[in-house]
C-alpha cells in the first residue's frame, strides 16, 4: 500500500485547463479499457456507446478533484471516477427509455434504446450499473479492501432508493403535480444532488482527512449539486438543441416543475450565483490547500452552456 | 469479529425440512426489514412486491447452506443471501418488461410491470440492483471489510456483462436462431448459473475454507446450476400454469432453443439426474462434513415441479 501513487500536492500555480485535459484523457482511457470489453454479443457495443465519447465527465472530475485536495490513491481515484460515471451514464440510458422520459437525442446522438432497440438499452444499463462495483472492487490489493468496501457504501447509498432512484421515483410522480421550493429541492437533492455528492465523498475516501474538511467538503458538494439543478433548468429554457446536446424544453412540455417555474428566470440565475459563492466559501473553511480544482469546477457548472 | 455469531457444525440428524424452513424464515425477515422500506414515493412499494412472498429463495438456501458448510460468520452470510436475491428479483423484473420477454404473469401474481407500470418497474428493479450492493457494505464491524469486498467482488461479477448480463444478451440474440449444445451450454452458464455459482462462492467468502474445498463447492455449483437449466427446460414443457406460477411454453413459443428441443425430453431428464449424481459426488470430494443442507439442496432442484 505504501508504494501505490498517491496525489502530489499541486504546484503553487494552478492551470485549470491542463489539469481538466489530463484528468478527461486520464477517464476516457480507462473508460474505454474497462467498459464492455469481451462482452457477448452486442452488449458491449450498446455499454460503450452509452458510455464513451460523450458527456461532460462533471463527476469523475469531482472524484478525481476532491482525491487531489486530501491527496488520495491515484489508483483508487481513477475506479472510483470510472464507477460514478457508470452510474450516472445508466441513469440516462434508462431515463431516456419510451416508458420513462422517452427522449431521442442525447449528447447530439440518438439515444441508446433509439441506436440498439428497447432490450438492449435495458440490459446495456443494467450491465453499466453493476459494472461500477466490479471496478471499485479488484481483486488486487493496489486499493485497500477497507476503501473498496467504503466507496462501494458511499456509491450504494448515493444511486439507490434513498438517492438517485428515489428522486427519479418522485419526478416520475410528481409530473403534473404543482411542487413547494422544498419539494422540489428534495426531488433534485436525490435525483442529481446524491450523485454529485457521492462523487465528491469517494474522493475523499482516497484518502485521509479530517473531520472538519470532510464536513466542509461535503457541503460544497451539497451547495454545488444544488446549482447544478438550478443551471439546468435554466438551460432547458433559454438554449437551444445544438448547444444543449439534447431536446430543450422537455421539462416544461411534459409540465415537471422546475426551478425557473417556481422563481423565475433572472431569480433563479442569481440564485446559482449565489450557491456558487457559498460552495467558495466552504471550500475556503475546509482549511485544505489544494482545492484550486474543486473551485474551478464549481465555477463551471455555474457558467457552463451545455 | 471474534464475537460474531458463526454457524456450528450440523447435529448428527440433519432434518432439511426444518432447517429449510428455519432459513426462509430468516430471509423473509431479513429481506422484509431491508428492502424498500421508508423510500419515496411508491418505489417502495413496487421493490416490495417484486422480492416479498414468492419465489423460492434457492439462491439464499444455496448461500446459507454453503455458509454453513464452511461454518461461516452468520451476519455475512445473511446479507450475501439477500443481495443474491435481490439480483435475482431485479433481474426478473426486467426480463419480464414489454420489451424483453412480455411476461404478465410471475409467481402466480401480475408481473411488476402490470401492477406498478412499466417506468415504475424499470426504476424498482434498478434500485433492487443497487439495494444489493449496499446491503453488503454496512458501515458497522460485523462483517470485516475484506469479506465485504470479496461479496461485492464475486456478485458483481456475476450479475454484470461477464455474467447475468451477458446470458441474457446472449438469450436476446439467439431467438429464432439454432444453438449448438455448447453455444445453448455457454448462454446458461452465464444467465442461469454464475448467479447460482456466486451464491456458493459468497456462502464460502463469509468462512474460511481450503482451496481443494472450494474447487470442489464450485464444481458442485455448476453442475447444480447446469441441471437447474435443464429441468427449468423439462417444466417448461410438460407442467401447466397453476403448477408453474407463470406462462408455460414461453420459450418453445418465442422459438428459444432449450435442452428439450436439443436432446428431446426423457434424454433431458436422465441428463439432469446424471448432474445430480456428478454434484453429490463433488461434495464428497469437498471433504467437508457439513454439506448436508447443499446435498438436500441439489435433489430439492432436481427433484422439483415448478
Redesign the interface.
Known sequence: MTTSPRFSPAASEFDFTSWMEAQLHHVEQALSQWV?V???????DA?RYAVLDGGKRLRPLLVLAAAQAVQGLQQAATRAACAVELIHA??LV?DD?P??DNDVLRRGKPTVHVQF????A??A???L???A??L????DAQVP??M???L??L???A????GM??????D??SVGQSLTEAQLRRMHS?KTGALLEASVAMGMACGVVSETAQQALMRYAQLLGLAFQVVDDVLDVVADAATLGKTPGKDADNDKPTYVSLMGLEPARAYAQSLYQQSLQALADSGLQNVQALSALAHMVVGRSH
Chains 1, 2 share one sequence.
Open positions: 464492455g469481451d462482452t457477448p454479443a452486442d452488449l458491449g455499454m445508466y441513469s434508462h427509455m416508458c420513462m432497440g428497447e432490450a438492449r435495458l440490459l444499463g443494467d450491465a450499473q453493476v459494472l462495483f466490479e471499485l472492487t479488484p481483486a479492501a477497507s473498496q468496501a467504503q462501494c457504501r456509491l450504494a447509498r444511486a439507490g432508493a434513498h432512484a428515489g428522486g427519479q421515483a418522485i416520475l410522480a436525490l
